[in-house]
């Protein structure tokens, strides 16, 4: 009793381990929802208190239902009858050889596994009425069965493994070993020893499945062919029953926006090859892999480069650069003095920074300006005095700032400022208003920063004339106040 329990509990904890799988990675089993009758012989190994241990033959017939899986295993009952008979020899014993004849009905579980295509292992665990006849040397009843010391109607318990291999889609060839367990210790007649009566069988045959096959999917494919059962409607599949893949990418045709993708190509969810930085060229095409996003590139997805100076043009500063002009990290022509005009124009390539530049990149030389030293000036008493007086004009300070900036460019230069008149009037008056002139221009001087001590001053009335005093033209000319540099 304790080795049926544990063969069930065997059975039932792998059934379940299998069934627990994913479907897309099984098989069905072949027998998936069939009837299969089998035809089985073989042979009997007593296993009782005679030592001999004999064989001798049996026979049985079953039938078997196998519920539809999806796995590649399947559970089915199963009910048999047979009969046959187990003998040995002991010399021990008086008579020292048994035969008995058996007869057994019974039912239990199979549990089936795939082992690929062809062949399929077996697992049976049940129970069956066993009537049994113990007989001797020419076919008497041995001495217990004779004096009816006990029922010869028992309830044994049956385990087997066997393997069926398939020849055809409905027959398989069978091979197993069994055993079927006595609850009593009669089978040879004798009660002896510590433990029942057993007998094992190894053992033959052909199983053959009825009943037309199923397909759940209608996909065509007969369920115990098709790797892919829940195929949608209408799907297109192949021979294994699974959704036709044309381009072999691993996303079915009825699901892939890109039938024609080229053999070994990467795919997203919708069978189209990976575009990682979506520009629109598959990575398997893309030679620029990581182009930001939204930036413009070419057939080989690759940033546009339109002045090919290796700065793509999403970066390039100057997108015009001429053609094999080296260029900065901006695709800038580069400027190596910093002049503002780029190497490949500029004649004179390193003009120290700062420098004025013509348009050839080089520096400027500015003409040196040459200023004319003033050494006299002359003030016409005229324009540049008020009427007989000694006021100085505004029309006078223009050539008396020329002095200035002169006189401070040179700051030990030394001047003479003289006053002079015509000869209208009197000699001291005309000495006067002269000497008064050239004081005006000196405090004009002394006004703008120049020390006084650098002027002579003196006032030469009508003494020194450049011109005729006759002529009013002449005596004009006359009225005058010089400034003459002395050193």
Not at 29 to 36: E, R
Not at 101 to 106: E, H, M, V
Not at 115 to 137: Q, R
Request: with cysteine; net charge negative; charged share 25%.
């Amino acid at each position: 009793m304790n080795l049926f329990f544990r063969i069930v509990f065997i059975v039932v904890i792998f059934s379940i381990s299998v069934h627990s799988q994913k479907i897309s990675n099984q098989l069905y089993h072949p027998f998936s929802g069939t009837l299969v009758l089998s035809f089985e012989g073989g042979s009997t190994l007593e296993y009782t208190d005679f030592k001999g241990n004999g064989f001798d033959y049996f026979g049985r017939a079953s039938i078997e239902y196998f519920f539809a899986a999806s796995t590649k295993s399947s559970f089915g009952l199963r009910a048999f009858g047979g009969g046959g008979f187990i003998s040995g020899e002991d010399t021990r014993f008086t008579p020292s050889i048994f035969r008995t004849k058996i007869g057994f009905i019974g039912g239990g579980v199979v549990y089936a596994f795939s082992l690929g295509e062809v062949i399929f292992p077996y697992l049976f665990a049940g129970v069956s009425n066993l009537w049994f006849d113990p007989k001797g040397e020419a076919d008497q009843k041995l001495p217990n069965n004779f004096a009816n010391v006990y029922e010869k109607n028992e309830l044994n318990y049956n385990g087997e493994l066997g393997f069926r291999f398939l020849i055809t889609d409905n027959t398989t060839v069978n091979l197993a070993g069994g055993v079927q367990i006595s609850p009593n210790d009669f089978l040879d007649d004798i009660a002896s020893g510590k433990s029942n009566d057993m007998y094992f069988t190894i053992s033959g045959g052909l199983s053959y499945a009825f009943f037309t096959q199923n397909d759940i999917d209608n996909d065509g494919v007969v369920d115990s062919k098709d790797v892919c059962p829940n195929t949608p409607k209408d799907v297109k599949v192949d021979e294994f029953g699974c959704p036709v893949d044309g381009d072999k990418d691993g996303v079915a045709d009825y699901l892939d926006k890109c039938l024609t993708t080229p053999k070994e190509v990467k795919v997203d969810k919708d069978g189209c090859p990976l575009d990682t930085d979506k520009d629109n060229v598959p990575d398997y095409m893309d030679l620029c892999s990581n182009t930001p996003y939204g930036v413009e590139v070419d057939e080989f997805g690759c940033p546009f480069d339109r002045d090919a100076d290796g700065v793509p043009d999403y970066l390039d500063k100057c997108v015009a650069t001429p053609y094999d002009v080296q260029v900065d990290a901006n695709g800038c022509p580069i400027d190596s003095d910093k002049d503002g005009l780029p190497d490949f124009l500029d004649q004179c390539p390193d003009t120290p920074l700062g420098d004025k530049i013509d348009q050839n990149g080089c520096t400027v030389v500015e003409p040196k300006i040459v200023k004319e030293e003033i050494k006299e000036v002359t003030l016409s008493g005229a324009t540049n005095f008020g009427f007989n007086s000694s006021q100085l004009l505004p029309s006078a300070y223009i050539e008396l700032d020329k002095l200035v900036l002169s006189m401070k460019e040179n700051p030990i230069s030394r001047w003479r400022i003289e006053g002079h008149t015509d000869n209208v009037g009197s000699a001291e008056g005309n000495k006067k208003i002269s000497l008064m002139r050239a004081e005006s221009v000196l405090n004009y001087f002394v006004s703008k920063g120049i020390m006084k001590n650098r002027f002579e001053v003196v006032g030469l009335g009508k003494e020194f004339p450049i011109a005729d005093n006759k002529t009013e033209e002449g005596r004009a000319k006359n009225r005058r106040v010089k400034i003459i540099k002395i050193n």
